[in-house]
């Protein structure tokens, strides 16, 4: 039986003889195939494991603190993944053997010395402390691409809200840019004027861009990675033209669960320092070919990964766990959403009115879907972003806005 087990050091396996092993025996294979000493590990099927950072954090983890529990007691069976904190160094099993005349049998040339000294390690901590999601806007997110994608195509998205005080991330609003999604691959065709609105109605709010979210599909589920190498680069790039450093990467997924079923999850990360100062300095090798390992970002030069000389590297390495929390924001997300298969039109804002009529004026405008749909309307556009002002203060809309935005909708 084939286990996943996630470090720092990014993703390994290790062969088990069946479920019915004790924590006490895997541990035991860990340090035989890993080379980790028992004394030094800490195993937990929570992902948050990785972000421990005192021996006091580590006591929190105990699903796999007493060593005689069966593996089948904690439902894990071939192909599942749990995450391994572990004291001191090691050397990373795997990579090409270091040759001794890579130093002396050849002329170093001073990329080779540079590249001698690039060492990629995991970065332990995230720049942010978590993140929160709207509700609304979370779910309205994922139900589309369960319900009318079905997981088949990806998607994205840029998310917007604010980093507070204590470094969390909140988010209260998703936007979704005119995209082509495929089963492995996600093009954004970025609109720059309507970037540029959105924005300024985010403003408005009193919002920024706070990271970028996307979805894996079906067939990707199958593969053995948390992001691709397609998406590392993608992240990678989005993360650096930021230029925030509490910037998060969020990605959806449909997965497996034990009644047979299936349950959407989130899972949010950082991209690593290293990484983006990789990307900004063009160490990525970014066209792809139909034999590369997904799981795997190549190089353009050697970088030292474990002690060794490599040209490719562990996705995970680039991967900073966040935790995830969600929150009711002041915003609804009941309008129509932009950029889907079907077009809001001029009736959906007055069903929308129309469902809205018992709310202040200020509360029914209150989504910014339906903002961003006026500002692209005739007869209002840069006025939009000062009713996002009235929408963020929750004061009174002026009369002749109210007005005119009702006219629109009693013409469909």
């Known amino acids: 039986m084939l286990l996943r087990i996630r470090s720092r050091d990014g993703l390994e396996r290790i062969q088990v003889d069946g479920p019915h092993i004790s924590i006490s025996q895997l541990k035991t294979l860990i340090e035989s195939q890993l080379q980790i000493p028992i004394q030094n590990q800490t195993l937990s099927t929570d992902q948050n494991l990785l972000l421990a950072k005192t021996p006091v954090d580590l006591l929190r983890f105990t699903d796999m603190a007493d060593p005689s529990t069966p593996l089948s007691a904690l439902n894990l069976s071939h192909g599942s993944i749990m995450f391994l904190y572990y004291h001191g160094e090691r050397t990373v099993r795997g990579g ?50 369960n319900e009318t994608l079905a997981f088949a195509s990806k998607r994205g998205g840029f998310m917007y809200g604010n980093v507070t005080e204590e470094g969390r991330v909140e988010v209260d609003f998703i936007y979704e840019p005119p995209q082509q999604g495929m ?34 599909t079906i067939m990707q589920d199958k593969k053995d990675y948390n992001f691709s190498n397609k998406e ?37 990360f950082q991209m690593s320092d290293m990484c983006v100062k990789l990307l900004k300095e063009g160490w990525f090798v970014t066209e792809f070919g139909e034999n590369d390992d997904p799981k795997l970002s190549k190089m353009k030069k050697d970088v030292v990964v474990g002690g060794k000389d490599v040209k490719e590297v562990d996705n995970d390495f680039f991967l900073v766990v966040v935790k995830i929390f969600d929150h009711q924001g002041p915003l609804s997300t009941t309008f129509p959403i932009e950029n889907r298969n079907t077009h809001a039109a001029m009736t959906a804002l007055k069903s929308h009115l129309d469902r809205t009529k018992s709310l202040p004026f200020v509360k029914r405008i209150s989504d910014f879907h339906l903002l961003l749909f006026l500002a692209q309307s005739h007869g209002l556009g840069s006025d939009v972003p000062a009713l996002a002002e009235c929408v963020d203060s929750q004061t009174a809309v002026p009369e002749g806005y109210q007005l005119l935005i009702e006219s629109m909708a009693s013409t469909s």
């Open 96 to 145: 090409p053997a270091v040759s001794p005349a890579g130093s002396f049998g050849r002329k170093m040339t001073m990329d080779d010395l540079i590249a001698k000294q690039t060492r990629i390690t995991r970065q332990e901590s995230p720049h942010c402390d978590s993140v929160s999601f709207d509700r609304d806007s979370a779910n309205a997110f994922q139900r589309y691409v």
């Open 183 to 216: 089963e492995d691959d996600l093009i954004l065709l970025r609109d720059p004027e309507e970037e540029k609105l959105v924005d300024a109605i985010a403003a408005g709010l009193g919002r920024k861009r706070v990271g970028f979210i996307f979805t894996q």
């Open 232 to 268: 590392v680069l993608q992240a990678a790039e989005l993360h650096a033209e930021s230029g925030l450093k509490e910037w998060v990467t969020v990605v959806v997924k449909l997965e497996a669960s034990e009644d047979g079923g299936a349950d959407v999850h989130f899972e949010a």
